[in-house]
């Protein structure tokens, strides 16, 4: 079997690097472990640091978890942890679940690193909530001198969190807790310049000088003296404003300028370059360039990025839009609404309970079978089984035949006429659906998902979730909707589009999300020419903005972690893993 990729050395969100359980206390001593046995988990140990999992966990099996001794927790947690990187986080818990039963686990101290190997899944996981929960109670329970490790990773998850986690944890009122809270909040705060962010914090840490992140303040605040006053003076936007994509780029500008104007203190000088006026991007550089900005925000047509990647930039670019390979040249940075990332929080989504097997269905629009084919490879990267992949005609008939085929219905009519043949008799009984499928991702607008659910449903397939991108959610359900029609169906979405969320609301409303959407866009890409350098200095960096939390890879690509989304009574509300995904029996190792 392949191996995946170890995530935790790689992840976009800061997880750490991966190690093994921290040392034990046993209760027994260690005589009771044979030379064999012994021997046999050091093996497995090996296989570990060599990122051979399944290799580990079947020597644990065979040879350690078996027999009653001082090293079988901690051999528990080592299972645990390797079914956390074969993205199996039903055995994951399961072998937690084993070894919380051992009387070793009674210990305190033990109770510790049980709790930290957990927290370390949900981190791989990215259940950041969770991972804050269990990070909160390792801080009242730890030695003084082991919680410093913690504090760090506890603030990152924090850091993780989307803004209705963040609300639905201030609703506990834990006073530690929200102490952790006030000060992500700080961050959160767009409308403050980083100047006014410190004084912010410095306030609260003189109101609060006994809690843990005033006495040892996160590194960000830290980092963000160090660049107080580098804030930009000059802005140059670099887009297409008269051709194709005026209404795209009037849509990044509008809502680059309601950020710009909600900064409540000095602004930078902003101008514009017209793509369009000129011959070719390299023109349009220059022009930029002639103007010697901070840095420069644009271009936004792919092709156009691919340019400007293969010459010297004397000031730094954030292009609109990303390529398929960046090779990260000096001065180049990307932020752009490609469905990866969201396709990552999908997949992550479902991961957290246990979902790894996916089908996908798709429109027969060239850009839904692009992303079906980007769903398709990120899935192989990220260890997800594609058990079909269907594209339809948008007719009667082809939506029927796509979900048979997708759900082997009619392999199951097809089983049905054998037996018949066999028999020479007439065979009652229904055709039923596939059984090997947790999810189907679905690529379309909300409009032919409606017609793809009832489907689904009428094939047995009514427990089995659609998930999507944002690109399903491009308007409001017509009042002629049935509510059932669209329920089941998690999508993603940006914070700016979600309830309750006003920061966009001094533009004017849009009736298309796409360029809501970009509205969002263009008031982070602000945000980004204004702290682009604290990812540089700080790569843990995290910004809960309008397109998600962002972060930024070793490639200088600005990631974006979404809401995920649902219908339901057609009102658009917060999704939770647990009501969409059927539970798997423990078993499934």
Do not use: C
């Not at 963040?166 to 009122?173: G, I, K, R, Y």
């Not at 890409?525 to 962002?550: C, D, R, V």
């Not at 990631?559 to 499934?588: C, W």
């Amino acid at each position: 079997m392949e191996q995946p990729q170890n995530r935790a050395q790689t992840s976009q969100n800061g997880s750490q690097e991966r190690t093994l359980p921290p040392s034990i206390y046993h209760p027994k001593k260690t005589t009771d472990v044979s030379k064999t046995l012994a021997d046999s988990y050091l093996k497995a140990k090996n296989f570990y640091q060599q990122d051979e999992f399944q290799k580990t966990i079947d020597v644990l099996e065979s040879k350690v978890l078996n027999t009653t001794s001082s090293i079988q927790f901690e051999a528990y947690l080592l299972a645990a942890l390797s079914s956390s990187y074969l993205d199996n986080s039903v055995a994951a818990t399961s072998y937690l679940q084993q070894a919380n039963q051992l009387i070793a686990a009674r210990h305190p101290d033990n109770q510790n690193k049980l709790k930290e190997t957990k927290a370390s899944i949900f981190e791989h996981f990215d259940n950041w909530l969770e991972v804050v929960k269990i990070r909160m109670d390792l801080t009242y329970n730890l030695p003084l001198n082991e919680g410093k490790e913690n504090q760090e990773k506890l603030w990152l998850a924090i850091q993780n969190l989307t803004q209705n986690e963040v609300d639905e944890l201030f609703q506990q009122e834990k006073p530690l807790l929200n102490g952790w809270l006030t000060i992500s909040s700080i961050l959160r705060n767009q409308t403050l310049s980083i100047e006014q962010q410190l004084k912010m914090f410095k306030k609260w840490q003189a109101e609060n000088p006994s809690h843990p992140a005033a006495i040892t303040p996160p590194q960000d605040f830290k980092i963000m003296a160090s660049v107080e006053q580098m804030a930009p003076k000059k802005i140059v936007l670099m887009l297409p404003m008269t051709g194709k994509l005026e209404r795209a780029s009037q849509a990044i500008i509008d809502g680059f300028f309601a950020t710009f104007y909600n900064q409540k203190e000095a602004r930078p000088q902003v101008n514009i370059v017209n793509v369009d006026n000129y011959k070719n991007i390299e023109q349009a550089l220059a022009a930029a360039n002639e103007q010697q900005p901070d840095v420069i925000i644009g271009p936004l047509q792919k092709n156009n990025v691919a340019q400007i990647s293969r010459l010297d930039l004397p000031y730094p670019v954030i292009a609109l839009n990303q390529l398929d390979i960046n090779l990260h040249p000096k001065n180049l940075y990307h932020f752009s609404l490609n469905p990866e990332d969201e396709i990552h929080e999908l997949i992550a989504f479902a991961k957290q309970e246990g979902a790894t097997r996916a089908a996908i269905l798709s429109t027969q629009d060239t850009w839904a079978l692009k992303q079906s084919d980007e769903f398709r490879a990120q899935a192989t990267k990220e260890n997800v089984k594609i058990t079909s992949n269907q594209s339809y005609s948008d007719t009667p008939k082809g939506r029927q035949g796509a979900i048979q085929k997708l759900l082997l219905v009619n392999e199951s009519h097809a089983r049905k006429r054998l037996v018949e043949q066999w028999t020479g008799s007439q065979v009652e009984g229904l055709a039923r659906s596939r059984e090997d499928l947790d999810y189907v991702y679905y690529v379309g607008k909300l409009n032919d998902a409606k017609q793809i659910r009832p489907l689904l449903d009428f094939y047995f397939a009514d427990k089995i979730p659609m998930l999507a991108s944002s690109t399903l959610n491009d308007s409001a359900p017509e009042k002629s909707t049935k509510p059932e029609d669209i329920e089941r169906i998690l999508f993603t979405e940006l914070p700016a589009l979600t309830p309750n969320n006003s920061s966009l609301d001094v533009l004017p409303k849009q009736s298309s999300n796409i360029l809501r959407r970009l509205q969002a866009l263009g008031a982070d890409s602000y945000l980004l020419a204004n702290k682009y350098q604290l990812f540089a200095l700080l790569p843990t960096t995290k910004i809960s903005a309008n397109t998600g939390i962002i972060t930024m890879d070793e490639n200088g690509i600005f990631h974006k972690r979404p809401e995920i989304m649902t219908y339901r009574k057609g009102n658009l509300v917060y999704a939770d893993s647990h009501q969409f995904f059927e539970q798997k029996e423990s078993s499934e190792k």
